[in-house]
Each structure stands twice: as structure tokens, then as C-alpha cells.
């Protein structure tokens, strides 16, 4: 396994932080998009820099970004604004401990040689903290503005996927090479089933980033996983509103719940029950500020599920 996975997984289950690091989606927030003049889905990201440096200090696992080419507004959601490599690279550079991931770059839309170079380019800068996931995409709307055919998009998915693996050594003249060179395999982790088997994703990726659920939806989907995958670690999100009373019941809404923070351990414990390996929460809908929910989350629940000592490196 990557040395990047096995830092994910370390202790059995961890929580990290999907982007962007705003909470435009409560009513609080949304008030303030509409005095920005911001189109919904397309956030405030002003504290984007500060907030990243104080989850990597709290101890968060992994910062996760999504690959947005295009603001759609019937899509209605543009991410973090930043193309994916560009803004993992500047992340490298202001964090020291936190895994970099992306969920989940969309290789058909991508030139496959400037793929590799940009995710060897940040494995290189970023110590080694680099998880790459990857998809063949959903929104047919971005396939023609970039040339690419969405109905052949399986296809070049699985072309690519062998060109990350070998470092393109197969596609390059004698003598050429990308740099930087991998030094080690590209952690490969895929959203959805990118038009391919089961058995073909759980053989050739090295974990799965999978749509959110509750537990019971979990336990389903991480037992198919693992009949393909074996123990590859299985990821994926939880779109949490985090209530100023510990006490609070957990009420779930679409992708996730709004729950005060024993009720927040008591479902990251189901999940971790269910099979899944590390969870990213997600802030858009959080109605109170991001550095006050993220230091309540690592003083109060992070001990709980990261009570495993790691070995950071910088």
C-alpha cells in the first residue's frame, strides 16, 4: 500500500476535511453570499489559507479537494473555485502534516501526460502526502467545451489509469521521461464505478471514495467493496452541521446530519463499525464559524479515533 493510505488508515479510522473551508450553504452564510454578490455554490473563501493551516495543526488527516473545471449553475456548486493541482500545490506549501487528496479529478477531461506531471509535481512538493482520486465524470455539459467524447469517457478512464501507473514509461520515446519522477506508486483511490467492473476497480485502485449514507448504507456498499478489494481502504464524506449543544440529537439531511458532538461520535463510530476507514466532514451547511467547530471537533472527538500515535515528517 502507498505510504500515503497507510497514514490514512493509521489506527483503523480517521477524519479529515472536505473543501471549501466555507459554510455558504446556512442561512447565515447564504445571507452573506447574497451581500457579496456571489453566485450560489461559488463560496466565500477568504479564510481559505488560515483555515487549512489550523486543521493541519489540529490534527485533521487529510484535506480533501474536488475537481471543478467549470462553474455550471444548473450543476450549482463550483467547489473551491481553484484548479485541483494548482491549489494543491500552494496547500503543500502552508501545511506540514495533512494528506492532500482529491475527490476526485476527472481524468477523461485531462491531457494524460500533464496529468501525471502535475501529480508527480505535487507528491514531489508536498512530501509525499499526495492521495489522488480520480473519476470518469458525470456532467456531460464539460465534456464538449474540452473536446473530449463523453460516451468513450470509460475508455480513456482506464488508459489513463495505466499510464499513472507506469509513469507514461510505455508512452514516451526512448530517452524521455516526465519529472518529476514518481518515487513511489501514485495512490489511486476512485469515485463511483467510472464506467468500468467492480472487479476491474477493486483489482487495479487502491481504495474507493464512496457517496455518502448513513451507516447502514456503509456496512452495504464497504462489504461489495471489500468481495473486489480485499482490505483497500474504503472513504467517504459526511456534509455535518455541528450544533452548539454536545447534547443534540443527530436529524439527518441530504449527505449528512446535523448532531451535537456526542451524537457526531456516535455516528463517526457506526461508521468505523460499517467498515469505512476515514470519513471527510464537510461545512457548507455548519451554521456556526469554522475555527470554533474545527477546535471543538479535534479537542472533543479526533482523540476518540486518532488515539493511535503517527509519525509525522515534514
Not at 191 to 196: E, R
Request: glycine content about 10%; overall charge negative.
Amino acid at each position: 500500500m502507498p505510504p500515503a493510505l497507510d497514514k490514512l488508515t493509521h489506527g483503523g479510522f480517521t477524519i479529515g476535511i472536505e473543501l471549501p473551508l466555507d459554510n455558504d450553504w446556512s442561512a447565515t452564510g447564504d445571507a452573506k453570499r447574497l451581500r457579496d454578490g456571489r453566485r450560489h455554490g461559488v463560496p466565500d473563501i477568504e479564510h481559505h489559507a488560515t483555515l487549512a493551516k489550523l486543521a493541519d495543526s489540529l490534527g485533521f488527516r487529510a484535506l480533501w479537494v474536488r475537481d471543478v473545471p467549470v462553474y455550471d449553475p444548473a450543476f450549482g456548486d463550483a467547489a473551491q473555485v481553484f484548479e485541483v493541482f494548482s491549489y494543491l500545490g500552494y496547500l503543500a506549501g502552508i501545511t506540514r502534516n495533512v494528506l492532500l487528496g482529491t475527490a476526485a479529478v476527472v481524468l477523461p477531461l485531462r491531457e494524460p501526460l500533464l496529468t501525471l506531471k502535475s501529480a508527480t509535481t505535487i507528491q514531489e512538493l508536498s512530501g509525499g502526502r499526495l492521495l489522488l482520486g480520480v473519476a470518469s465524470g458525470d456532467r456531460p455539459v464539460e465534456y464538449p467545451l474540452f473536446g473530449r467524447d463523453f460516451e468513450s469517457r470509460g475508455a480513456s478512464f482506464r488508459d489513463q489509469v495505466a499510464l499513472l501507473r507506469d509513469g507514461a514509461r510505455g508512452s514516451l520515446p526512448a530517452g524521455v521521461e516526465i519529472l518529476p519522477a514518481m518515487r513511489t506508486p501514485l495512490p489511486l483511490l476512485v469515485a463511483g464505478l467510472a464506467q468500468q467492473t467492480p472487479a476491474w476497480i477493486g483489482t487495479h485502485m487502491d481504495g474507493c471514495l464512496a457517496y455518502p449514507g448513513a451507516p447502514a448504507d456503509h456496512a452495504q456498499r464497504a462489504a461489495a467493496w471489500r468481495a473486489v478489494a480485499g482490505d483497500k481502504p474504503y472513504v467517504s464524506f459526511i456534509h455535518l452541521d455541528l450544533a452548539e449543544d454536545p447534547h443534540e440529537p443527530l436529524q439527518r439531511h441530504r449527505f449528512g446530519a446535523r448532531a451535537g458532538r456526542i451524537a457526531l461520535s456516535e455516528e463517526l463510530a457506526a461508521m468505523r463499525e460499517a467498515g469505512v476507514q476515514h470519513i471527510g466532514l464537510h461545512f457548507r451547511r455548519n451554521r456556526r464559524p469554522l475555527a470554533e467547530t474545527f477546535a471543538e471537533i479535534a479537542a472533543e472527538v479526533l482523540p476518540a479515533f486518532h488515539s493511535c500515535a503517527l509519525e509525522y515528517t515534514a
